[in-house]
């Protein structure tokens, strides 16, 4: 999400992305992301899975980290991702 679209919903980056486990109720979801867009061109992101899928594995080839089920990235560019 992107700034505007944030301010439509009332919400901060920081905000959304810790609402992300209310995906999980959706129960034909195994993995789901969360991606927040900051002022500098670059995303922080929330990463999730159920059923001890690794998530954190995909989130330290991005400098990121967390838990096997719960993950995050910083400041990640598109030129990373290439």
Excluded: P
Excluded at 36 to 61: I, P, Q, W
């Amino acid at each position: 999400m992107n700034k505007k679209d944030l301010k439509k919903i009332g919400m901060n980056g920081s905000d959304a992305r810790n609402n992300i486990d209310e995906i999980a109720k959706i129960k034909e979801f195994n993995v789901w992301a969360f991606f927040t867009y900051n002022e500098d061109g670059t995303y922080n992101g929330s990463l999730r899975s159920k059923r001890s899928l690794a998530v954190n594995e995909l989130a330290f080839k991005y400098n990121g980290g967390g838990h096997k089920c719960a993950a995050g990235v910083n400041k990640l560019t598109f030129q990373q991702t290439n």
